[in-house]
């Protein structure tokens, strides 16, 4: 080892963004050098776990206000229907205080729709942590991952289909392991939104088991389109997805199938827990 002056940072270390990455570095680092047994993908394996579970309760806000909205719901469409066609200045005025009331009256704040896009800097910490921790190998740098074995089911999790400084392909075993890990991805990012998509139109009917089905709110066309430009945003996504595992190491992959089970696994236990909290908000409320 060479003297502590010549000792280097985690590599790239510029921006605000590594306040996040070094304690990331240093998570996937500890559980290297002791659970994981120094397994590469046991560390992501677990450091998947421990951060998306310590990222649930921002889910559960989100889960919570959606079932907020949902007990408010009728008192919303009876001002919208009270305020319909009128699109003078005061009515418009009139009818945004008393939703504002009703708002406020089942603690529903509008910080709350920001609360998902908290947890973007986390898995983006996570994403360039997984980037740097090849390029950290056997080097002169304050957490030195060389320890760690790659091997995971005979793919190596630090290299991807190219070699990192030669561009060279790595190999013909290597490309058909990243190849189906960048499927398997794609196909549970996508078994997981209709597995979301069901819940939600099933809560949806359920809500409305009282209401005769004359009197149920049909959806508006303008409501019909942004559950079809959500679908195609959904879709776009788990492509864009697919090629970056495609693109990068297999680390990344593997760190995305284990996140989209891990979600699948949340979101059926918020739903079986969705009943119990709406009706301890509803006696709330």
């Known amino acids: ?30 559980i290297g050098k002791t659970v994981a047994f120094g397994y590469y993908g046991i560390v992501i394996v677990l450091a998947t776990i421990i951060v998306r579970t310590l990222a649930w309760p921002i889910y559960t ?22 305020y319909a066609g009128k699109n003078d200045k005061e009515s418009q005025q ?17 910080g709350g729709c920001l609360l998902p896009f908290v947890q973007f800097p ?4 996570f994403y360039q942590t997984l980037q740097r921790i090849p390029l950290t ?9 060389g320890f760690l074995n790659g091997n995971f089911l005979g793919i190596d999790l630090f290299k991807g289909r190219f070699d990192l400084v030669t561009k060279e392909p790595v190999g013909t075993k290597q490309t058909i392991g990243i190849i189906v890990l960048a499927v398997l991805v794609g196909l549970t990012q996508i ?23 004359y009197r149920r709110k049909q959806q508006t066309e303008t409501q019909k389109q942004t559950e079809m430009s959500m679908k195609i945003m959904v879709y776009t996504m788990t492509v864009m997805m697919v090629i970056f595992v495609l693109q ?15 979600t699948m696994i949340q979101g059926y236990i918020s739903h079986k827990n969705s009943k119990k909290r709406l009706e301890k908000l509803r006696a709330k409320y």
């Open 248 to 262: 990068s190491t297999a680390a990344l992959g593997l760190y995305w199938l284990v996140g989209n089970l891990y």
């Open 94 to 110: 009139r009818m945004q205080l008393e939703l504002l009331n009703v708002y406020r009256k089942y603690g529903i704040g509008f």
């Open 191 to 213: 078994i997981s939104q209709i597995l979301t998509q069901k819940r939600q139109k099933k809560a949806q009917e359920e809500s409305q088991a009282n209401i005769p089905e």
């Open 137 to 145: 190998r056997n080097g002169n740098y304050k957490l030195d991952f």
């Open 122 to 125: 986390i898995f983006l910490a």
């Open 1 to 30: 080892k060479s003297s502590s002056q010549n000792v280097k940072p985690i590599q790239g270390f510029s921006g605000v963004l590594d306040i996040l990455v070094w304690p990331m570095a240093g998570l996937m680092y500890g």
């Open 61 to 82: 806000k989100t889960n919570d206000l959606s079932l907020k909205m949902n007990i408010a719901a009728p008192e919303i469409d009876k001002i919208q229907a009270k």
